[in-house]
Each structure stands twice: as structure tokens, then as C-alpha cells.
């Protein structure tokens, strides 16, 4: 019985490192652990430490499973060349790639999981590899980087209140609009309670740029119509517990304009959302942006509550007492 079960036991293990073996076949491997095949190589300098790079990217899991695409973000990414620091940061792979090079690379998960196996999502069993397939766009030094950056950021900035201006006429709205600048629409009312600071919230939402490129959505059809791939994802109201600053400016302030129930439509201006840094590949700096709410359930949380006096008692205002003060903006 033993020796039967050392010879299944061989037989698997060979099926196993033959799986591997055509998971790599015809590729090379960095001395990191990446494995890796340049499909086009071209004349021209590689990137050094400390320059910054312009590339495309496709993220998948070894079955084909998209998980992320710059090309349908609509906007290349950027990074600096550094120190390679863990398994799929890239930095041995980057310094390979002239201008307009592309690139296979596989990671193996198992090294990437290594020591928190908690962490790995079921897209990734053991023995698979995170896939990428890269295109190296531009290659600049530091300083001239910094210096793109800043003239497009002053150009987005100038272009940013022109361009929200064009779109609230071209779709003939009429919203409302905050003291900081958060423009709304409530497109379906209710008559429920409103939240407060300290309640938890749970929203559905679907966001966008002025141009209609939706970035993300809670809801399935609408990722789904956007061609957004988030594999592993469950698509359901997120939780947010109002008051605790985990959210843009724009949603901390207008959830609390909204009743249970209601349907909601933000403009939301860069000052208030993610400024001029942007967040990701799909939301530039100084970008306005669009998000269609649904305020699905308020939870009632703790709030600060003045103590009633004791009974017979008339509670006495304290003279001089000091308003609080307004929490600086960052």
C-alpha cells in the first residue's frame, strides 16, 4: 500500500512540475525570480535609477482573467525606477525595456503569497502566476518628468471649472450647489431620515469623469457595461461610517444631504475629491467628477448628544464659552 502510494505521489509531483515548466517554457528568468519574455526590442537607452517611465499594462491571472488594463483605464501609468524591493514591483523588469518595447512577465503567486497565504484571493490558487504584459512608452530623467507634470497639472487646472461649466449646459442640469463647491441633484426623493455624523451608511454608486469613462461602480451590470474587470469582486452597497473622513470631502458632505432611500447624482470638483494628485491611472489631477448615489440604509451610530439637565433644573448657557474650532483642510 506504501509503495503504491509513493508511486501516485511521483506521478503527481511530475504532473505538477510539468504544469510549471509549460507555464515558463521559452521564457527567461531574472536573478528576482520573474520570469519574463521581450516580445519587440528596440535601439535606445533602458531606464535608470531614479527616471521615470510611461508604460502600458495589462494585469491577468495565468487563465486569461483580466484584472487590470491601462488601455481601457484611458490613461498610460507612471512610475519611478527604484531599488527592486519584493516579487512584481517590476524593478527588474523596467530596467530591461528601451522605448516602445513589450514584455511578457509571469510571477509566480506562490512567492508573491509567501508568509500570508491569508492574503491570497481565490483567482490565485497555488502554482499560478500573475500575468503582465507590458509596453515601455517613454523614458525621461527626474526633473524633466517633474516639469511635464507640473505644466499639465496647471493645464488641467485652468481647463478644470470651463470644462464642469460646459457639461452642466450641455445636459441641461440644474444642481444644487454647497459652500465648498459640491454641486447635487437628487434624481429619486424620500421622505426617510436622514444620517448623521457617526452613522453608518450603505451605498451604491457608480463613478465617472466628465467624458463618461466610468472608473468604478458597485454595481454589477454597470462595471460590467463599463468593461471593468474586477475579478473576485462581490458587488454590493459599500459601508461608510460618516464623520470618519475614509471618503472623499464630496461624499462625506453630500451623504448627508440624502435620505434613506433617495438617489442622488454628485459633480464633484477636484478641491473636494482627490485634488491635484488624482488617484490611479483612470482619474487624473484636477479631475471633476460624476457619481450617480443610491442611499440604500442608514445605520444609526453614535452620536454627540447634549446631556439632558436633571430634573427641575433650567440648563444655563456658559458665558464665554468657545465655538469649536473648524478642522483644517489639508
Known amino acids: 500500500m506504501k509503495k503504491h502510494f509513493f508511486y501516485f505521489l511521483i506521478a503527481a509531483l511530475a504532473v505538477f512540475a510539468s504544469k510549471a515548466n509549460a507555464q515558463t517554457e521559452g521564457l527567461q528568468k531574472t536573478d528576482k525570480g520573474s520570469f519574463y519574455k521581450i516580445y519587440t526590442a528596440n535601439p535606445g537607452d533602458k531606464p535608470k535609477l531614479n527616471d521615470v517611465i510611461t508604460f502600458n499594462f495589462i494585469q491577468k491571472t495565468d487563465k486569461d482573467s483580466v484584472l487590470f488594463s491601462s488601455y481601457t483605464a484611458g490613461r498610460p501609468a507612471q512610475a519611478q525606477i527604484q531599488e527592486w524591493r519584493a516579487l512584481g514591483d517590476m524593478m527588474d523588469i523596467f530596467p530591461l525595456l528601451a522605448v516602445k518595447d513589450s514584455a511578457l512577465v509571469k510571477v509566480p503567486t506562490d512567492s508573491v503569497f509567501k508568509g500570508h497565504e491569508e492574503a491570497r484571493p481565490p483567482f490565485f490558487p497555488k502554482g499560478s502566476y500573475l500575468v503582465f504584459i507590458i509596453k515601455m512608452e517613454k523614458i525621461q530623467s527626474l526633473n524633466d518628468a517633474i516639469a511635464e507634470r507640473n505644466a499639465g497639472l496647471e493645464k488641467l487646472k485652468q481647463a478644470e471649472a470651463v470644462d464642469r461649466d460646459k457639461y452642466i449646459a450641455a445636459h441641461g442640469l440644474k444642481p444644487l450647489t454647497t459652500a465648498s463647491g459640491l454641486k447635487y441633484i437628487i434624481t429619486s426623493p424620500s421622505a ?46 459599500i459601508s461608510v461610517v460618516l464623520g470618519e473622513n475614509r471618503v472623499i470631502q464630496g461624499w462625506e458632505e453630500g451623504l448627508l444631504l440624502l435620505n434613506e432611500g433617495s438617489k442622488a447624482t454628485f459633480i464633484i470638483p477636484s478641491s473636494i475629491g482627490y485634488g491635484d494628485r488624482g488617484n490611479g491611472p483612470a482619474i487624473p489631477g484636477y479631475s471633476t467628477l460624476l457619481f450617480d448615489l443610491e442611499l440604500v440604509k442608514v445605520k444609526p451610530g453614535k452620536h454627540l448628544v447634549a446631556p439632558k439637565p436633571a430634573a427641575g433644573k433650567t440648563p444655563v448657557k456658559k458665558v464665554g464659552a468657545k465655538k469649536p474650532v473648524a478642522k483644517k483642510k489639508n
Open 192 to 237: 426617510k431620515k436622514k444620517p448623521l455624523a457617526g452613522d453608518t451608511v450603505l451605498v451604491n454608486y457608480t463613478g465617472k469623469t466628465l467624458n463618461g469613462k466610468v472608473f468604478d461602480s458597485s454595481v454589477e451590470a454597470n462595471a460590467k457595461a463599463a468593461g471593468l474587470e474586477q475579478p473576485g469582486r462581490t458587488y454590493e452597497p
